[in-house]
């Protein structure tokens, strides 16, 4: 679920803190999608930000988007409540 060029790029400008984001994406999206309620889509193959759509019952057409170099909550891992504020500033209505 985490698309090649993502993948290279996040290692070749990051380094070490790149490939560390990258091994904790798919428990970081496991656990915003339980929190949410939120179905995700495949990703889109972007450069430097991992970025789906999602779907959620009073929520439709949304986008989730996730960068390397900000732990959600703003802090090491984040507290349940900043989780919940950075996730609904990630959330972003899809534009057609």
């Keep these: 679920m985490i698309p090649a060029r993502l993948r290279r790029n996040a290692v070749d400008v990051w380094g070490t803190a790149g490939a560390a984001w ?16 939120l179905d995700i889509e495949e990703p889109f193959v972007l450069s430097y930000h991992w970025v ?21 909550g703003g802090v090491d891992g984040g507290t349940p409540g900043s989780r919940a504020l950075d996730v609904a500033r990630l959330l972003q209505p899809r534009v057609s």
Excluded: S
């Design 22 to 37: 990258l091994d904790q994406l798919p428990e970081l999206l496991d656990t915003i999608a339980a929190d949410w309620d």
């Design 52 to 72: 789906a759509a999602t779907t959620r019952a009073d929520v439709p057409g949304c986008r989730l988007r996730l960068r390397q170099g900000r732990a959600v």
